[in-house]
């Protein structure tokens, strides 16, 4: 009688943890996006290199576009191809 019942009671127990550990791992899998470095695309001055002034953007396409005030004015952030490039023409957008 004992083993029947053990039988029919572990695997429902092993279902619950299986069912229970998957909604677990799903949660965990969740992605953020990376913050990715904008930079407002000025003209280079003696005091700034062209997109050298950052704000912190990312990639998610659901966002705004990502933008940086200085003092008055609001300009567009963009990305650069790679950290030493000069110029800044990937569209990025507002950091969660």
Do not use: H, W
Request: glycine share 6%; charged share 10%.
């Amino acid at each position: 009688m004992k083993t029947k019942s053990f039988k029919l009671i572990l695997p429902i127990v092993s279902i619950i943890f299986a069912v229970g550990g998957s909604f677990v791992t799903s949660a965990s899998e969740k992605s953020k996006l990376a913050v990715i470095p904008g930079y407002a695309p000025l003209a280079a001055t003696e005091n700034f290199p062209a997109c050298s002034l950052t704000t912190n953007c990312s990639d998610n396409t659901m966002n705004p576009i990502c933008t940086r005030t200085i003092g008055t004015i609001t300009f567009n952030a963009f990305g650069k191809i790679f950290p030493q490039a000069s110029t800044c023409p990937i569209v990025l957008y507002k950091a969660d």
